[in-house]
């Protein structure tokens, strides 16, 4: 596991979050990914035997609710926010992406 | 306790006065108002002010006395936590990648809260996204702490706390993921809540580490963090995770009766890293709740030295999901990419919005995620901070049940007071360790608050921690609020307020 990043190491992780960083980026979190993941290999030291994992705490859960259809919101309040969008349609646009 | 009626008032003298038309709700709302007007320029507490909006409302709750005269919070100025979802007010989260961002809908806590008589006033800026603890990651610029404007009043719901101890509204809500309500409640010298994961709806909360956020009140007294927190809590179709269990009124376990209350001290988590006036105010307000009868005891919790790490390898992984949704696609900003091969473009697009519209510690904390995440990293990483995670909730449980079987356990909220704008931004590390005493409540989805104890010598306000068993948020309010009874902590007013 490596304690330290490479330049390498961080441009793969941000292709794998979609983000675009600058060269003076991928230096200082190289360093500073590094410093935290350091600092955070304390936890393998922790006796684990045997300890499942907590993803939630959730105690008691919610019950199912009646699967009834009810009001939502409608198309052209869920496009209003979109930078680009076709109103008539009913489309969210995107850069093309097909041929 | 009293409050001077003409520096705000509480939520419940508000709430009396409207109700018994003493004041109205108009010049209640003026009054809240004039206060940002004359305090933001110097604070900066809030991303929007929705005066109009706010005057408008409350003028349709003084038409309509009936109507309100029953309602808990009949004319209460409130603030919210720019991660809340307001219809047709823009939310932010304070990040640029929100730009332009008007929900079509209510979180349900706002729902709530307008159901209850409150009157909003505005969207207070906190760090982007929530991920911080001194508002220095807002895109907007830091709020100042109304106690030294040269500090940082903590973070990340710090708008909300620096607008409450500034008497610009008597209740804010913020939103904790690991001590985003407590600690800066703590740096401002007010009351701030975390409530048991699952007793509050978060629909319509941004997301950031979706199993450990939870909404909650900051308040100038305990009185009103319960008063709030009868309108909060309670099950929600709209969130799967909210939990149906009963909602006791909060205020009738307010009976300053604490006999028999059984207080655990982690002394050994306490050994290092506690700044000295801390350390003294937390023994100080030991000794006032031994006098009210209740009892002190050591505990250990022997897996909380490791929750700092377990809490950045779970919050910034569930981060990373989640953040995942700002690409550029639906709502707010949008990068125009340079025309490129075709098919690549949308990638582009995706990534360049994404580098241009988040700030650095949300990038960080998105990398981060993403590294725990990844094939090969996930077991050393993700896993196994998971299966630590259950060793910190068992050391809660153990306290609670075991031995000496306590109810409540008391620590400070931060090891330090506010801290100077500037002073941690270069080292996310340092930043870090400053939620050591409260991020293991979110990992165990504990209750949890922090009640004003104490300054430092310049007059820079102290905060207790008290964390409670699940559910048991009416222990946490009556021992905090019996507290209160016997110190002048919360009636102290920040000297921006005598300027």
């Known amino acids: ?55 939630s705490v959730i105690t008691r859960p919610a019950a199912d609710r009646v699967d009834e259809v009810r009001p939502s919101l409608n198309r052209d309040e869920a496009l209003a926010n979109a930078p680009d969008r076709a109103l008539d349609a009913g489309f969210f646009k995107v850069p093309r992406v097909i041929g | 306790m009293t409050h001077d009626g003409a520096a705000g008032g509480t939520v419940r003298e508000i709430r009396d006065a409207v109700r018994s038309r003493t004041r109205s709700a108009v010049e209640v709302c003026r009054d809240a108002l004039a206060r940002i007007e004359a305090l933001e320029p110097q604070l900066h507490a809030f991303n929007t002010v929705i005066a109009d909006r706010a005057l408008a409302r409350a003028d349709a709750i003084d038409r309509e006395p009936e109507r309100w005269r029953d309602a808990p919070l009949a004319g209460v100025p409130v603030a919210l936590k720019d991660n809340l979802s307001t219809r047709g007010v823009r939310t932010t989260a304070s990040s640029r990648i929100l730009d332009g961002y008007v929900p079509p809908y209510d979180a349900t806590v706002v729902t709530r809260l307008e159901m209850a008589g409150a009157v909003i006033v505005g969207k207070t800026n906190c760090d982007e996204f929530a991920m911080g603890s001194s508002t220095e990651n807002s895109a907007f610029g830091p709020v100042r702490n109304p106690w030294a404007l040269d500090r940082t009043p903590g973070g990340s719901s710090g708008g909300s706390a620096a607008a409450v101890a500034a ?114 105010a937390l023994d100080a307000a030991l000794d006032v709740l031994e006098s009210r009868g209740a009892t002190i005891v050591d505990v250990e919790l022997p897996h909380a030295g490791h929750a700092i790490p377990v809490y950045y390898l779970v919050a910034t992984a569930e981060a990373s999901s989640n953040l995942a949704r700002y690409d550029g696609v639906r709502y707010g900003f949008r990068a125009n990419p340079e025309p490129g091969t075709r098919n690549q473009e949308l990638r582009t697009m995706y990534s360049r919005t994404r580098a241009q519209g988040f700030g650095a510690e949300v990038k960080r904390r998105i990398m981060l995620g993403t590294y725990v995440l990844s094939a090969g990293y996930y077991d050393a990483y993700y896993l196994k901070a998971q299966r630590v995670r259950t060793l910190i909730l068992r050391d809660y449980e153990q306290a609670f049940t075991q031995g000496q079987a306590v109810d409540l356990i008391a620590m400070p909220t931060s090891p330090t007071p506010a801290f100077r704008i500037g002073e941690r931004v270069e080292d996310p590390l340092q930043m870090y360790l400053a939620d050591v005493f409260t991020v293991s409540a979110n990992l165990a989805g504990l209750p949890a608050l ?50």
Not at chain 1, 18 to 32: G, M, V, W, Y
Request: charged residues 20%.
């Open chain 2, 167 to 280: 008497r610009m509204a008597p209740l804010a809500l913020g939103s904790d993921t690991g001590g985003s309500i407590r600690q800066p409640a703590a740096l401002c010298g007010v009351v701030g809540l975390k409530p048991t994961y699952g007793r509050v709806s978060r629909y319509g909360l941004l997301a950031f580490g979706s199993s450990l956020d939870q909404i909650g009140p900051v308040t100038r007294t305990v009185h009103d963090a319960a008063l709030a927190l009868n309108v909060l809590a309670g099950a929600d179709p709209a969130d799967a995770t909210s939990v149906p269990e009963p909602v006791p009124d909060y205020t009738a376990a307010l009976t300053g009766d604490i006999r028999g209350a059984r207080i655990g001290v982690p002394r050994a988590l306490l050994a290092q890293g506690v700044d000295a006036a801390v350390a003294r």
């Open chain 2, 450 to 499: 922090s009640v004003p104890c104490g300054f430092t010598a310049d007059r820079l306000p102290i905060g207790l921690q008290l964390t409670g068993r699940h559910f048991d948020e009416a222990t946490l309010l009556r021992v905090a609020d019996a507290y209160e009874r016997d110190t002048e902590w919360s009636t102290q007013p920040p000297p921006i307020l005598s300027r």
């Open chain 1, 1 to 55: 596991m490596p304690a330290a990043f490479t330049r390498e190491d961080v441009a793969k992780i941000a292709a794998l979050a979609n983000l675009e960083l600058d060269p003076s980026e991928i230096d200082l979190f190289a360093r500073q990914l590094g410093d935290i993941l350091t600092y955070a290999e304390q936890v393998q030291q922790v006796d684990t035997t045997g300890v499942p994992p907590t993803a």
